[in-house]
């Protein structure tokens, strides 16, 4: 079986780098899943935009490439300006494809970008259509209510392009248990949807991290992921000021950012600054930027707890990692990931509500055996149900299902 993966926007790289701009939990799933369909003998070749010289073709691993395409100037353009280059891209693509006589099994998008691309490609290749949202543009515009969000995140013809998707994708792979009832809601639409949830590599995301010095102040509250309105940061900082009031020794540590900045991220940084200034906690929030990914398992390890304040996330890998490396998770109901939590390793909570947020950060900050007790029970409950492998089987199950007719 040969399957065409499409991942337009960010940095697609066989190591992928959170925190780049575009660039997070969907490269991870992306590559990650890729990586296991080809140790069960799928061949998957992974296109992507090409842009700032980078090489056309590279291996990933063995029955594993990238292919990079050009479409668009040739430096990077974030994802919400991408739309006027996807014919191009698929043009471009559909050229490729011809030229070096590759025929598909399957194409699976992965979000809307990619999306509207695969289903041009399809009525040309006559290939069955996998699609997979990892965010909604509906949902993020009912949650994120910020000055400037419609011309920011060009929710118009993002919502039309996801309608037509949802109606027409053969099948719709979601890594949320949420997103059937978010698609019914805010789209109209009933139909049946495959969940496989992500995985997460827990050799490298580990309680053994804790051995390795990240330099903050401890104990800390650690969360992290692009800088952006949906991730809630500013409502973490908010409610950590009662935090502080209760646990007069703790601090909050924030990663995320990219090497290059966008307009935006550098707008939403400023904010979260000045409100940590306001609210006197430049001594107690720790903005501590980009976070190289092989320092961030013991930022994770180290911390006390981990918080994932989302305004909305239709999954939120970062929740799973912390559970991997032994930290107990405090997780936005507005989180996909909020349905595979359980008591015994996390809570569930209303990021707005800020007493609600503050009373259980503070509650594990100032209770260590309590959040060691829980971290355990966390890292079982990922070794035993959420790996790669495990998803990669379940999704090699649709695909073969589907290219049977």
């Not at 993966?5 to 575009?22: A, E, F, K, T």
């Not at 899943?33 to 291996?59: C, H, N, Q």
């Not at 259980?360 to 007790?373: D, H, P």
């Amino acid at each position: 079986m040969r399957v065409m993966m499409l991942s337009i926007h960010g940095y697609v790289d066989p190591v992928p780098q959170p925190g780049q701009v575009d660039t997070g939990g969907q490269v991870i799933y992306v590559i990650e899943i890729s990586k296991r369909l080809a140790r069960m003998g799928v061949e998957v070749d992974i296109y992507t935009r090409w842009f700032e010289g980078r090489k056309r073709v590279e291996p990933v691993c063995p029955g594993v490439r990238i292919i990079r395409i050009p479409c668009g100037p040739p430096h990077f353009v974030r994802k919400e300006e991408l739309y006027p280059y996807l014919d191009e891209f698929a043009e471009n693509t559909l050229k490729y494809v011809r030229r070096e006589r590759l025929e598909y099994d399957i194409i699976h998008s992965h979000y809307w970008d990619a999306g509207y691309v695969a289903v041009k490609l399809r009525e040309s290749l006559r290939v069955p259509h996998v699609h997979t949202s990892h965010s909604l543009g509906a949902v993020k515009r009912a949650r994120v209510r910020v000055k400037g969000a419609e011309e920011l995140y060009r929710f118009d013809v993002r919502i039309r392009v996801e309608r037509e998707l949802l109606e027409k994708a053969d099948v719709i792979v979601s890594s949320s248990p949420l997103e059937p009832e978010l698609i019914e809601r805010y789209y109209g639409i009933r139909r049946d949807i495959v969940v496989v949830p992500p995985g997460v590599d827990v050799a490298f995301f580990s309680p053994s991290a804790a051995s390795v010095s990240v330099g903050v102040p401890e104990p800390y509250a650690f969360t992290t992921g692009r800088i952006e309105y949906s991730k809630g940061f500013d409502l973490l900082i908010k409610a950590f000021r009662r935090v502080v009031s209760r646990v007069s020794h703790a601090h909050l540590v924030i990663g995320g950012g990219s090497l290059k900045p966008t307009e935006l991220e550098l707008r939403v940084r400023c904010e979260l600054l000045e409100l940590t200034e306001r609210l006197g906690l430049l001594d107690r929030v720790h903005m501590v930027g980009r976070i190289p990914n092989e320092m961030l398992p013991a930022y994770y390890a180290r911390s006390r707890v981990f918080v994932l304040p989302s305004r909305y996330d239709l999954f939120g890998m970062t929740a799973v990692e912390a559970l991997a490396c032994g930290t107990p998770v405090v997780v936005s109901k507005h989180a996909g990931v909020s349905r595979l939590m359980r008591r015994e390793f996390s809570f569930v909570v209303d990021p707005e509500d800020e007493e609600e947020l503050a009373e259980t950060v503070a509650y594990l900050l100032e209770n260590e055996e309590v959040a060691k007790r829980m971290g355990a029970r966390g890292r079982e409950f990922v070794v035993r149900n959420l790996s790669w492998e495990k998803s990669a089987e379940s999704l090699l199950t649709v695909y073969r299902k589907l290219a049977k007719g």
